[in-house]
């Protein structure tokens, strides 16, 4: 992990805004190889088993672009996030969060609770942990971190570290209204079925073509970086699941 600056000395980088609706965008159904996870896998202790290692080998999902957003050129900032997959006794669900509208980067969308890394942070989970309780307040405690997913760069110029963890249930959450906008949870069979999953192409205002993913679920679109995230997270699992020939 770079060495992050203080707060106090960051250079104000320009707003990111999408110039492009992502729900309306022509999509087609995932064609990636890799099936479902097999709901009989979907326990806390083969999690443990799967994700306790970091996982540092490319995945089929591609990063969003090597080509940055105006303004958004320069070093890449080191970020965090975490895969909170809490352990309710109905079935594992995916903790995630909308951002609120007025933020600067990714305003409105659904994300991880996680942010960008501190000179202050011991690593990368101390930073997905910090800001899932500032952002969230959901505590660690509660928290059982396994390992990491492959870093992620964004066209926003982030390169984010997904730490995969486990939650107990009965937490408290006090999420923070300038960030948050709402947490709800996805449950896990879901995210882990590559069959739910949608790859569209948004011809942009500046001639760029735009692909990403999306998983819509229930009122949310699901899209960009935490689709793609989680997209990755399915492939990991699918072929930990699936005998080799």
């Keep these: 992990m770079s060495v992050i600056p203080p707060k106090g000395s960051r250079v104000r980088r320009a707003p990111t805004r999408t110039s492009f609706d992502p729900m309306t965008q022509p999509w087609v159904a995932s064609t990636l190889k890799f099936g479902a996870v097999p709901s009989a896998h979907l326990t806390p202790d083969w999690l443990r088993l799967v994700l306790s290692k970091n996982i ?27 895969v909170p997959i809490v352990m309710r006794s109905e079935g594992l669900t995916v903790l995630l969060t909308q951002r609120s509208a007025h933020l600067n980067d990714h305003a409105g969308q659904v994300s991880f609770p996680g942010g960008r890394c501190e000179a202050s942070d011991a690593d990368v989970k101390d930073t997905a942990l910090r800001e899932t309780e ?21 066209g926003s110029g982030f390169a984010i570290n997904p730490v995969t963890a486990l939650v107990r249930p009965m937490f408290t959450l006090a999420p923070d209204a300038f960030e948050v906008a709402e947490v709800f949870e996805v449950p896990l069979a879901f995210l882990t079925d590559p069959a739910n999953y949608r790859f569209h192409q948004a011809q942009l205002p500046d001639g760029r073509l735009r692909q990403y993913y999306s998983v819509p679920y229930n009122q949310f679109f699901i899209w960009g970086a ?8 399915c492939q990991v699992l699918s072929e930990a699941a699936t005998p080799n020939p």
């Design 56 to 82: 540092e080998r490319p995945l089929d999902i591609p990063n969003e672009s090597l080509r940055r957003f105006p303004g958004r050129e320069g070093p890449l900032v080191e970020a965090a996030v975490l």
């Design 134 to 154: 500032e952002e969230t307040g959901l505590v660690r405690e509660h928290i059982e971190c396994l390992g990491g997913l492959p870093r992620y760069i964004t």
């Design 226 to 233: 935490t689709a793609a995230m989680l997209l990755g997270m």
